[in-house]
């Protein structure tokens, strides 16, 4: 980036020094096969806890941190009503992995599936829409 207060990495973002994010996985437990499935998302936080983040990203033990409270930041665009703005916990875990991303137990279809598991047929059933979506 061009602008002196704006940074852009594979696991942060700064915009302007308005705007704080840091990578995380929403991970959904696969009912049927034990595996996980995982949406890398952005997650934005306070200045403060960025900065916090920021300054324990390569500290061993960083994932002794309590969660970092955040807004979820990216669209996925099989959910409706939207993902943007959900309330999460940004759970940092060792060095090397990025944080895990807690959606807050809400009725939203995202979180519900966090909380209860999908099924390995869903997995499918997201894997077509987003290589063939249909018309919007």
Known sequence: MDDPDSELSSDQCVIKRQAFF????????????????T????????????????????????????????????ELPIYSPTTVELKT??????VG????????PTAHPLAIEQRQG???????????TLLHPGPR
């Open 118 to 128: 999908i099924t390995r047929a869903r997995v499918q059933r997201i894997a077509e």
């Open 39 to 74: 949406w890398g998302v952005w997650v934005s936080l306070s200045e403060e806890n960025f900065t916090r983040a920021a300054r324990l990203w390569d500290v061993p033990g960083r994932e002794a941190e309590p969660p970092y409270f955040g807004w979820l930041s990216t």
């Open 22 to 37: 840091v990578r995380g996985l929403i991970e959904i437990p696969v009912v049927d096969t034990g595996e996980v499935f």
């Open 97 to 104: 992995e990025r944080p895990a991303v807690e959606l807050e």
């Open 89 to 94: 916990n940004l759970h940092t875990r060792p």
